[in-house]
C-alpha cells in the first residue's frame, strides 16, 4: 500500500498521458472505417439505368418458355449451357463424355439446327469447323445473368443475355473449382458503373479437362469478356462487348481391339471473337412507348486451317404498353443470309388471355428463302387450370451455309394443358411435327448421318410435388407416338428429388442456404443414327444419376457434382463412354466493393 502511494504521483509526472511522441515510421490511422463501411452499402443501394434486354419481348403466353435467373444459374444442376436446355421436355443431349466435351441438344429430332442462340438480342451463327450447329458447351454461365429458353413445337429459341451491373457499387467475383482427373476451373470479373452513366466490365472464365474417359479426350478453353458502356439515363445508352473464346479439344481416340485405335471424334484448336455494338433510344423511361435499337456484330473464327467471318448490322424497332406490344427488325449479313426481316407482337387484354404471333423473311444466298408465321396463346381457367396451344408454318432453309440445302414446308402444332398450385402442378402436352431432314452432328463422326422422318406426334408430361417446404420431387417425360426418329430415345425421361432448406432456426438472418439434390436419367433403346452406308446405329438403353450438393452463405456458394453416380458403362452417344464417378467442386464468391 506505501510503496503504490509513494511512486504513483512519481510516475504520473514524468509521464504525463499522451505525452509519448508518436513512433515516426508508423502513421496514426486517422481512417474512419465505420463511415467507409456505411458509405459502401449506402452505394450498393443506389441503382443505375442498365441497357434493356433485346429479344422476347413483351407479353407472352404462359406455358411457352423457360427462364433462369441469376440465382438459378447458381443453383440449379447445370455445368453448362446443355444443362439448362435439358429441362425442356423432348431435349436429349448428345453428350461427348465428361465436362469439355460436344454437348449438342436434339429437340423432337430436328438435329443441329434444332435450337437457335441469340446473345444479347443478336444472333448467334455457327462458323469453323462446324458451320450447322453451335455446341452450348462452349458458353461460359459465369458471364450471363439470364437465360430465356422459348419453346415452339420442334424448335428451341435460346436467348442469353450478358451480366448488366445497375449498382453504383463496384462488383467482384472468383470462383474456383477442381474435381476428378484433375480437372480445373477458374473464374474472375470486375465491374464498376460511375455516376455519370459510364460503366466497363472485365471477366474470365478458364476450363481444364484434362482426359477422363477414352484414351484421349482432353479439353482446355479460355474465355474472356470486356464490355464498355455509356447508359446516362434510362431512355438512351450504348454499350461496345467482346467476347473471345480460345477453345482446344482433343480427339476423342478410342481403343477398338487388336492394338488398333480408332478417332470418333473431332479435335481443334482455335479461337473466336464476337463483337457487339448496340445504341438504344426510348422515349419513355418506364420501358413503355416507341424504342429504337442499332446493332452491329461482327463474329470471326481462325483455326485448322479455317479462317470464317461474319459481319451483321440491323435496326430493331419496338412498341409496347401494359397489354400489347408490337415490335420488327431488319438485318444485313455478310454471308449466307443478307436479308432478314421479322415481325411480333403480344397482347394481354386481361389475367386470363394472352397471345402473340410472329412472321418472318430470310433471304439466303443463291436465291433461297425462309418464310413462316407461327401464333399461339393460353387461357387461364378456373381451380389454378390452364391452358395453352401453339402453331407454325412455313418454309424453313435451317442450315444455309450448306449450298445443297433446300427449304422445307413444315406445319407443327401444339397443345398444351397445366394445373398450377404452390404444392404441386403438371403439364401436358401434344405436339405434331411435320416430316423433316435433320442434320447431323459434325464433331460425332461415328455418326455421320441422320435419316429423314415423316410426321410424328409427341406425347410430353412435366410434373413438381412439393408435400414439404424442404422436399421436392420433379421431372418430365416424352414419347413420339407413332415411331422415333434417329438421334433420340423412343421414350426418355428425367426425375429430381430435391432437400432445400435454410435452417431459419439456427440461421434467422436467411444468410444461410442448404441443397442436396438427385438426379435420374432413363431412357429406351433406340436409334443414334446411320453409319457412312446407311446402317443403323443402336442407341442401347441406359439409366444415369447425378448428384448435387450446394451450399451458400451469403453470396459465398460451396457445391459439389458427382456425375454418373452409378457407374455405368453406358453412354449418350455410342462410344462416348461417360467416366464413372466423375466429381466436380468448387467455390464461388461474389463481392461487393
Known sequence: MLFTVFFAPTLQA?????????????????????????????????????????????????????????????WINAETLADLIQRVPGVYLWRGGWVGRPEYPDYQGRGATSV?????????????????????????????????????????????????????????????????????????????????????VVAMDYLNAPTASGKSSGYANLQAWIQGSWVPSPRFGVEYQLIRTKPQRNPFIVGSGGGVDTTIGGSYNASRSDALFRAYYARRSDGLGPRVDLLYGRSGWNGEGIKDQSNQGGVVLSFRTPTFTLGGSAFNRSRFTPFDFRAQGGWAPTEFFTASAEAGYLKHDSGRRSTWIGARGSLKLPLSFEVGAAIRKGSILTTPSLWVDSAQNITDAQLLAGWQRP????????????????????????VPGLQPFGRINWYTVQWRLSPLKWLSFDGWYSNPINGAPDGIPPTHSISNATIRSKFWRTFPSGTFDFKLQGTMEGWSPGVIGRDSTGAAIPLPGATFFRIQLAIQLQSFILYWDRTNAQASKKAYVPGFRMPNFASTFGVRWEFRN
Do not use: C
Open 14 to 74: 514524468q509521464f504525463p498521458p499522451d505525452s509519448l511522441p508518436p513512433d515516426s515510421l508508423v502513421p496514426r490511422d486517422t481512417v474512419d472505417q465505420t463511415k467507409r463501411y456505411l458509405d459502401a452499402q449506402a452505394e450498393n443501394n443506389i441503382r443505375l439505368p442498365t441497357l434493356p434486354r433485346l429479344g422476347g419481348d413483351g407479353p407472352r403466353p404462359a406455358m411457352s418458355r423457360l427462364v433462369f435467373e441469376r440465382d438459378s444459374l447458381d
Open 116 to 200: 437457335e442462340y441469340y446473345l444479347d438480342g443478336l444472333p448467334y451463327v455457327a462458323l469453323g469447323v462446324d458451320s450447322t450447329g453451335v455446341d452450348p458447351s462452349l458458353f461460359a454461365l459465369s458471364f450471363l445473368s439470364r437465360v430465356e429458353i422459348e419453346r415452339w413445337p420442334g424448335l428451341l429459341r435460346v436467348y442469353l443475355y450478358t451480366r448488366r451491373h445497375d449498382r453504383r457499387a463496384t462488383a467482384s467475383r472468383i470462383g474456383v473449382a477442381s474435381g476428378d482427373k484433375k480437372i480445373a476451373r477458374f473464374q474472375g470479373a470486375l465491374e464498376e458503373r460511375l455516376k455519370n452513366g459510364l460503366g466497363f
Open 423 to 446: 404444392w404441386a402442378a403438371v403439364e401436358f402436352g401434344l405436339s405434331r411435327t411435320d416430316a423433316f431432314r435433320p442434320q447431323s452432328y459434325q464433331p460425332f463422326l461415328a
